[in-house]
C-alpha cells in the first residue's frame, strides 16, 4: 500500500530514511552506474557540480573520487538536503561540500545565478534531470555547457525512453527480478513509494530517447557527446564542450 506523504518529484520514497536502500533494491545496477559516471570524471578536477543530489551518493562517491575537489551539490528537496547534509557530515567529507536548496530547472531557465557558480570542471547529474519537459532539459542543458570550464564535461545517469516495447518490456521483467535477488518483492518497494505532486519545473517522468538526450547535448554546446554505459532503459550520457 502507498504511504499518504506528499512528496517531490524524484524523492521517490515517502520516508527519505530508507531511500539509500530502497533505490538498490528498485534500479537495477545503481551502484555500478553511479561509479560508471564517477569514473568519466577527471580525478584531477577542483570544482564539481551535483544536480539532484538527493541523499548524497554521487557526491560522495565524486569526493572519494576526486581527492582536490569541491563539490556544489543542488537539491529542491530540503528532506534530502538535510539527509544529505547528516551523511556527508558523518563521512567527513562536509568542509569539501556546499549545498544549495534550489530547482534546478529554474537555473536553467536563467532565474538564479550567482548562488550555484561557474567554471566548473565536471557536473554531474544522475536520476533527477528526466523530470523536466524537453524544453527544460535543453535550457537546463544549455546552462551546464555555459557554466562548465573549456574542455569541462558533463554526464548524466537517467531512464532513457527504449526504442521498443518489446526492450521495454524486458527490461520490466528483468528489474522485477533484479528486485527479487534483493530479497524484496516488487509490491514491497513499492509499499515504501510516495505520491509525489508536480513542484518548480519538475513533474512526473519525462523520457526522452538517447538519440533525443545526444541531440540536445550537441545543440548545447559540447562539441563531442557519449554515451559510456546503458542498461536497457538506463544510460549514462554526456560529452565535453
Ligand atoms: C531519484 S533522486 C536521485 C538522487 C541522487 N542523484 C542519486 O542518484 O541517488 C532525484 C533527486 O532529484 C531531485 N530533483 C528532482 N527535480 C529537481 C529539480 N527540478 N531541482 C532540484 N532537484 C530536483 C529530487 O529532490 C531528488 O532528490
Redesign the pocket.
Known amino acids: 500500500m502507498s504511504q499518504s506523504t506528499t512528496i517531490?518529484?524524484?524523492?521517490?520514497f515517502a520516508d527519505t530514511q530508507v531511500?539509500?536502500t530502497g533505490?538498490r533494491q528498485l534500479i537495477p545496477h545503481?551502484d555500478l552506474m553511479?561509479d560508471t559516471l564517477i569514473a568519466c570524471v577527471p580525478k584531477n578536477a577542483h570544482r564539481l557540480l551535483?544536480?539532484?543530489?538527493?541523499?548524497?551518493?554521487?557526491s560522495l562517491k565524486l569526493l572519494k573520487h576526486c581527492p582536490e575537489a569541491k563539490v556544489v551539490a543542488?537539491?529542491?528537496?530540503p528532506r534530502?538536503i538535510e539527509y544529505a547534509i547528516a551523511k556527508l557530515q558523518q563521512a567527513q567529507l562536509n568542509d569539501r561540500v556546499t549545498f544549495i536548496q534550489?530547482?534546478?530547472?529554474?537555473w536553467g531557465n536563467g532565474e538564479i545565478k550567482e548562488e550555484i557558480g561557474t567554471n566548473f570542471d565536471a557536473s554531474v547529474?544522475?536520476?533527477?534531470?528526466h523530470?523536466?519537459t524537453d524544453e527544460m532539459k535543453q535550457k537546463l542543458l544549455t546552462c551546464i555547457s555555459k557554466n562548465l570550464v573549456e574542455g569541462g564535461c558533463f554526464w548524466n545517469?537517467d531512464p532513457i525512453l527504449q526504442e521498443s516495447p518489446q526492450l521495454q518490456d524486458t527490461y520490466l521483467k528483468l528489474r522485477e527480478q533484479w528486485t527479487i535477488n534483493q530479497g524484496k518483492t516488487i509490491d514491497d518497494v513499492r509499499s515504501n513509494i510516495g505520491n509525489s505532486e508536480p513542484?518548480?519545473?519538475?513533474g512526473q517522468d519525462r523520457l526522452a530517447s538517447l538519440e533525443t538526450h545526444l541531440s540536445m547535448l550537441s545543440s548545447a554546446g559540447f562539441k563531442t557527446v557519449a554515451n559510456p554505459w546503458r542498461f536497457f532503459g538506463l544510460a549514462i550520457f554526456g560529452g565535453w564542450v
Not at 125 to 129: D, F, K, Q, T, V
Request: net charge negative; with cysteine.
Open positions: 517531490y518529484p524524484g524523492e521517490v531511500f539509500d533505490i545503481y553511479l551535483d544536480l539532484g543530489c538527493g541523499t548524497g551518493e554521487l543542488v537539491d529542491y528537496s534530502m534550489a530547482d534546478f530547472g529554474a547529474s544522475s536520476l533527477a534531470i523530470h523536466l545517469a513542484q518548480g519545473y519538475s
